[in-house]
């Protein structure tokens, strides 16, 4: 395993493959004010059955909202296509993953280059605070706002940096990013792997809804988490969307031919 920093702080992650898995890549996506510290487990555990995983910390994430205030999703998006993309020039087959924002910021990846499958936890197109319709008028009267709480999640809390406030100008920036992977779905042709919290508290029903009716039958497996809030892989389930992820890669990546390389 390589890493910029240790794990006990946000940092991106880097593991080479090795053994029969280890030209297959998964690159993998946190989530909006997360970081690579979120979906670790996830990561280890891949690297543990020998795959290629990388998992890159996005812009104005892994510090604080005020650093988050100055990005966009253009900026996010390009973090994360960059790793893709040196990942998917290393190995002969590549996956994209994701949880939550990094849901959407994976399926935009699907869309725009040949992935051979894609694996997704609680992934977000869609909010429910109805004020976000408002959002781009909205950020010039309210700077920030509170996080969304979590009453039933039982999953650890991870040092990602101060996200005590949550900047307006960087929802209106996700609301932008769920539109444009919306518009782009139709391009996915890579079978999708899903994994949804009954009961989730960030990310509305519609979200699975939207990418259901636009996806159709290329959404292959939709898997309930019964135990698990929003941060499904740091929670009660996490053992299960480990070894299903883990069984999709490996059958997928026999039935793919090998990924582009840009």
Known sequence: MTESSTPSRPAAF????????ADIGI??????????LSVLPWAEHLAAQGYAVTVPLLPGHGTDWRQLAQTAWNDWFGSFEAAYLD????????FVAGLSMGGAVALLTAARHKTAGVSIVNPGLSFYDRR???IGLLKY???TTIPIPEEHST???????DYSRTPLAAVHELKKLFNATLRELPAVTAPVQVFK????????PTSLELLRARLRDRVTEVVELAGS????????DAPEIFARSSEFFRDHARQSSPSETP
């Not at 880097?14 to 898995?21: E, R, V, W």
């Not at 999953?155 to 940096?161: I, L, M, S």
């Open 132 to 134: 976000v319709r408002v």
């Open 229 to 236: 809030g929003h941060v499904a892989t740091l929670d009660v």
């Open 27 to 36: 690159a993998i996506c946190h989530g909006f004010t997360g970081s690579p």
């Open 141 to 143: 009267f309210q700077r």
């Open 155 to 161: 999953a650890p809390a991870t040092e990602d940096g």
């Open 14 to 21: 880097s593991y080479p493959g090795h053994g029969p898995n």
């Open 197 to 204: 919290s009954v009961t989730d508290e960030v990310v509305p």
């Open 87 to 94: 990942l998917s020039a290393r190995t002969s087959t590549s």
